[in-house]
């Protein structure tokens, strides 16, 4: 008997996450002693001074277990966030809630719904405990921004075995924003069975008027939970700090699932001191603005189409598979993303660098393009 065939048959159809290449791997493969990745969606400034200096602090307890309970980083979520203590969870990054809800509201039988062309993890989550996952064809660009999420496609795929909708907003690969009114009007549509969830990883660099803030919605969805990170626009991506806000209830059942302490002390002390340092946001929503129009003029002056994006990434169409595209920049020393398991052979996704790499980035896409 194969090793393979012991693994429950949910694990053993199941597509591993992708992560972005490694800088070190690529040293390794190739050799490259200057390697610009800009594949993971980074902050290109870093992580923010004041919690640097937290973490600084914080090395010599390292042998000591973190507190289970979050409670100061709770407390700050708490106070800056206007929510009580006691609707929050905090995960090994925001990945690590989706699991959560995942595990505990999905059985094999039962299914989830989110869109084409959205975060893998809801899938994998999904399949993971032997639930099914419905994925809702993506706007066609006829009715609504091409590949962003298509909400009436989305609520005709509930069924009466689905327990949870995953929203991403903005979404992630594609970067499509949805409108305060018309996330509003699917939420108030979904059945009473049905758990969603709006996951605002990249809440932060959202500019556009219309952007809603999920939590407002919390007292009127008792089923909404709402799940942000500290990995994209707070540069903490290497210490996995991300969290939930939900009702007290939801977030009492998550806490019961919850891994002990899943969330480790340089995190929990880091993410706390980043939410006092609004000067190091601003300034990293400022660079991320200044790059997305960067790299909309870069795309638009080589006549590449690409999909306007919310985050702080972008997604551009070769109009030819992207791989050997891909495999070409890696060997210029440039990373950037295949998301081919998205159903978008023929993109690329960059994530927003300094200038020098965004520029960088567009030289050796002119070399490999023959531009």
Known sequence: MSMFSLAVPCIRGLTPYQPG??????????????????????NPLGASPKALEAVQRALAE??????????????????????????ITLGNGSNDVLDLVARVFLVPGRNAVYSEHAFAVYQIATQTVGAAGKAAPAHDGSNGPRFGHDLDAMLAQVDAETRVVFIANPNNPTGTLLGRSELHAFLAALPERVIAVVDEAYFEYAQAPDHPNAL??????????????????????????????????????????????????????????????GEFLEATVRVNDDGLARLDAGFSARNLEYIPSSGNFLSFD????????????????????????YGLPNHLRVSVGTAEEIDCFFAALDRVLGL
């Open 21 to 42: 290449k490694p800088i070190g791997e690529l040293q390794r493969e190739l050799g490259l002693t200057r390697i610009v990745k800009l594949a993971s969606n980074e």
């Open 62 to 87: 390292t042998h000591l277990y973190p507190d289970g309970s979050g409670f100061e980083l709770k407390a700050a979520l708490a106070a800056k966030l206007g929510i009580d203590v006691a609707q």
């Open 216 to 277: 407002d919605w919390l007292g009127e969805f008792p089923r909404l939970i709402v799940t942000r990170t500290f990995s994209k626009a707070y540069g903490l991506a290497g210490l996995r700090v991300g969290y939930a806000v939900s009702s007290e209830g939801i977030a009492d059942l998550l806490n019961r699932a919850r891994q002990p302490f899943n969330v480790g002390a340089l995190g929990l002390v880091a993410a706390a001191a980043a939410l006092e340092d």
């Open 318 to 341: 070769l109009g030819r598979p992207g791989a050997p595209v891909f495999e070409a920049l890696l060997r210029e020393g440039v990373i950037v993303r295949p998301i081919g398991n």
